[in-house]
Nanobody, 126 residues
Framework: QVQQVESGGGTVQPGGSLRLSCAPS????????IAWFRQAPDKEREGVAA????????RYSDSVKGRFITSKDNANNTLYLQMNSLKPEDTAMYYC???????????????????WGQGTQVTVSS
């Protein structure tokens, strides 16, 4: 299975910013939604942002709304996640994945996505 390639993680102080990149290697004409997920130790994977390729609409989880911004650069086929006002609870491994389904209005369900990469670690600590 083709995997995505995430990069840009690191360690930052609370209140800081990071920008993650995802090079979706599995984009095909059937890809409808690209999403960012995160998973902290001993916690379930959480969908935080989803980009609908059909109409460029974007959805965010309540936990990151107003702080994170996702965007897609069509020239280099890369999805970005700009993370601002970072908090210690944002510490997690971050992944991107793709779906053949349109992004849902009812949440970002990891079971609808595939092409999971190795992820990139984000640590927010003073």
């Amino acid at each position: 299975q083709v995997q995505q390639v995430e990069s840009g993680g690191g360690t930052v102080q609370p209140g800081g910013s990071l920008r993650l990149s995802c090079a979706p290697s599995a984009l095909t004409s059937s890809t409808k939604c690209i999403a960012w997920f995160r998973q902290a130790p001993d916690k379930e994977r959480e969908g935080v942002a989803a980009f609908d390729i059909s109409d460029s609409t974007i959805r965010y989880s309540d936990s990151v709304k107003g702080r994170f911004i996702t965007s897609k650069d069509n020239a280099n086929n890369t999805l970005y996640l700009q993370m601002n006002s970072l908090k210690p609870e944002d510490t997690a491994m971050y992944y991107c994945a793709v779906s053949v389904w349109r992004c849902s209005d009812y949440g970002i369900d990891s079971r609808e996505f595939s092409g999971w990469g190795q992820g990139t670690q984000v640590t927010v600590s003073s």
